[in-house]
């Protein structure tokens, strides 16, 4: 692994696609700088702009899990049973028409198919076969949102021109829960300390707890500090006492440590989920947090 410092200045190297927008389960390959392989004079120039660039910070189509995945397809003499048969294998709502793995024909979908045989028992795929939308994988994905919310589904089209994944509704309603859940969770979270120390502390005694090296921030109550100031806080024996949970205090503690931890890169937007074990980690509080504090 190459640790990435914003340039790519030490190592010279670049990946494609960007690994900073690319799925965390894509491939990558490692390519030198285009600027080595110039004249002396092109080469200083290009690294020099190179250095300067700034990581992508657009989400993509191709972030979506389900775009990097296998298209599972049927050609358009393949029989209409055969594409039942697939549908029902994979759970899908529709399936992609290919003559290669660069050749989009269209696609069939259940509604499809039940129009084709209601005006034919012999139909085919050819016949049930509708016109698909296909974007390319470094699209935007805001950008494509609205297309797919109209047509149901899009395939993705990879820089070599195969059809590397399909996006549809639900893998929007997904990803948006997958980027969403902890927001919320945090928030609560966040929410239910507060008001307990709000409760407890003087607004003098909160204020007081405020990281020293920002002296100029003004804190008038629990909702200006920051989850490691409530932590700080909370750590002391005597604050942990007039809170009154009756649970172990460095147990508790060392939780909301690793919350903290977590707050920080889902408020960073790492463009990967969370690991399982974050989640859990931010359930299993927030659960906690509610028994203490119905």
């Known amino acids: 692994m190459i640790a990435y410092d914003g340039t790519s200045k030490n190592t ?19 390519l030198r700088q285009t600027a080595l392989m110039r004249s002396p004079d092109s080469a200083t120039e290009i690294a020099e702009e190179a250095d300067l660039a700034l990581p992508d910070v657009e989400m993509r189509v191709g972030q979506v899990r389900s775009a990097n995945v296998d298209v599972v397809s049927v050609s358009r003499d393949d029989s209409l049973e055969k594409a039942r048969t697939l549908m029902m294998r994979h759970d899908f709502s529709q399936l992609a028409v290919m003559s290669g793995k660069r050749d989009l024909l269209g696609a069939v979908t259940w509604e499809s198919i039940v129009d084709a045989l209601l005006r034919s028992p012999e139909a085919t795929v050819r016949d049930a076969m509708r016109s698909a939308e296909v974007v390319p994988v470094e699209d935007n994905l805001l950008g494509r949102v609205q297309l797919i919310m109209d047509k149901g589904f899009v ?20 990803q948006f829960a997958d980027l969403a859940t902890p927001y919320f969770i945090l928030g609560e979270i966040e929410q239910r300390l507060r008001r307990k120390i709000d409760d407890k502390f003087s607004s003098e005694e909160i204020a007081s707890t405020k990281d020293q090296n920002d002296a100029d921030r003004e804190i008038k109550s629990a909702a200006d500090l920051t989850l490691g100031e409530c932590a700080r806080l909370l750590e002391a024996p005597a604050n ?7 649970i172990t205090r460095s147990i508790f503690i060392e939780l909301l440590h690793k919350i903290r931890q977590v707050r920080n890169e889902v408020m960073h937007f790492s463009p990967d989920p969370l690991e399982p074990a974050q989640l859990a980690d931010l359930e299993d509080l927030v659960r906690w947090l509610r028994k203490l504090e119905p």
Do not use: C, N, Y
């Open 155 to 174: 395939f993705v089209r990879a820089k070599d021109r195969t059809i590397q994944g399909i996006v549809t509704t639900t893998d929007l309603s997904q």
């Open 12 to 30: 010279k190297l670049t990946t494609d696609p960007d690994f900073t927008s690319a799925w965390i389960d894509s491939t990558i390959i490692l």
């Open 240 to 246: 942990w006492e007039r809170i009154d949970w009756r």
